[in-house]
């Protein structure tokens, strides 16, 4: 599927540059040979003036176009053009028989009635030639000027253009299929993790409908029993149920995050005293798993945001805390704010965390240890919709851990711009 999506984005690549470079590569032509036919006029009015065909103050081009350029000059004093032309009004740069000089200055007079211009252009013994008519105190002068020097400038020019063009598409070619290799990597990543959270949701979600259908079958095939002689399995029921229901609620948070549909209601509050409170909730738990819940709150820190948020935040911390710490050993929240952040940390003495974990705790339904993690209830989301939490919040967590010593998270919130907004 992605090969066939490489490819495609590489030809309609190609095939946008193209159009675009043959837009400007003709721009380019027709203002080269408009440009070419104005300095061929120039030319010939400066020969027309100067009745000269030599020039030693321009460019090698130009004199190459004016050694090129010839003139015929005409006396006026006779009624109408006679045909009668002497050798002598004939540009000695050129040398040509009085007929074809006769012949010329007829087609030009010819063109020159037809179009009522004193430029133009014909064909003459299969040359293409410019004119120019100038009127003179002795009469005429009809320059022209063979229009192959153009020809053979603008036949370069298009040689060069097509020349540069097929490199040029080639390069792009191979440019493209390279670009669009390295755009499809962050789309292929998450295709990937779109299919695993996918697989792991659908996992999660059949182990407690396995459970809730094997105990209903034991139930109801024992109708004769009573709810209480039941209440086991019924128990179950209700536990797959209520792990079930929190799973479901939890992937919907995640959903609405990642479609950026979860708004977050945000107000003022006392930061500290919801820290105390979320700590509070957990100290029966701590104490009957043995393990010392500990605090360091700085007293009375207001802060913008959403409440809940930030204490399921802290739920979330304490409670995978207390799942991976010994008896006897402590967790630790502590908080201190500046003026320019608020500094949340959450420190245990547990099992800690293998280096090559660290970078992809944050991952939905990723486990360090898949079996634990599931025989304490754990689905694997808890540390992402911690993650994403934190992001609501314009923060960003830190985490540092030790194999058999502990794990310590420390998570920043921005400041700021709350103390300009409380300040007003």
């Known amino acids: 599927m992605f090969r066939k999506l490489r490819i495609r984005l590489t030809l309609i690549n190609l095939a946008l540059t193209t159009v675009i470079l043959i837009i400007v ?112 105190p002795y009469g005429f002068i009809f320059v022209f ?95 797959e149920i209520k792990r079930m229901s929190n799973l479901v609620k939890d992937l919907l948070f995640l959903a609405r995050a990642d479609s950026n549909e979860n708004k977050v209601n945000k107000s003022w509050f006392n930061f500290s005293k919801s820290l105390v409170e979320s700590k509070d909730l957990f100290e029966p738990l701590a104490a009957d798993n043995g393990i010392k819940l500990l605090s360091d709150i700085q007293p009375d820190v207001n802060f913008y945001g959403n409440e809940g948020q930030i204490k399921q935040l802290v739920a979330i911390f304490i409670d995978n805390a207390i799942k991976h710490t010994p008896a006897e050993g402590y967790i630790q929240l502590k908080m201190k704010a500046t003026d320019s952040n608020i500094e949340l940390q959450i420190e245990d003495t547990g099992e800690g965390i293998p280096k090559e974990h660290l970078s992809r705790i944050f991952e939905r339904f990723y486990r360090v240890d898949k079996a634990r993690s599931r025989s304490s209830g754990g689905s694997g989301l808890g540390l992402s919709i911690a993650d994403t939490i934190v992001k609501d919040h314009k923060g960003y967590i830190n985490v540092t851990s030790a194999v058999g010593e502990g794990t310590t998270f420390k998570i920043i919130f921005p400041r700021k711009g709350q103390l300009a907004v409380a300040n007003k």
């Open 145 to 239: 000027l063979p229009k192959d020097t153009e020809s053979n400038v603008m036949e370069s020019l298009f040689i060069s253009t097509v020349k540069i063009g097929i490199v040029g598409l080639i390069l792009i070619f191979f440019v493209s299929l390279y670009l669009s290799k390295k755009s499809l990597v962050p789309v292929k990543k998450a295709w990937e993790k779109e299919k695993s959270f996918v697989a792991d949701a659908s996992h999660e979600l059949r182990t407690p409908l396995a459970v809730i259908n094997t105990n209903l079958e034991l139930v109801m095939g024992n109708p004769e029993e009573t709810v209480e002689s039941q209440y086991k399995w019924l128990a179950n029921i209700h536990s």
């Open 25 to 136: 590569f003709a721009g380019m032509y027709i203002f080269m040979q408009a440009d070419t036919a104005q300095r061929s006029e120039e030319i010939m009015q400066f020969v027309a003036k100067t009745e000269r065909t030599t020039s030693a103050f321009d460019s090698e081009e130009t004199q190459r176009m004016l050694s090129n350029c010839f003139f015929i000059k005409i006396d006026a004093s006779a009624s109408g053009f006679t045909g009668e032309i002497s050798s002598s009004d004939i540009s000695s740069n050129m040398l040509m028989t009085l007929e074809d000089a006769t012949n010329l200055v007829n087609r030009a007079i010819r063109k020159n009635k037809d179009t009522g211009k004193a430029t133009g252009d014909f064909r003459y013994k299969g040359i293409d030639l410019r004119f120019l008519i100038a009127e003179k």
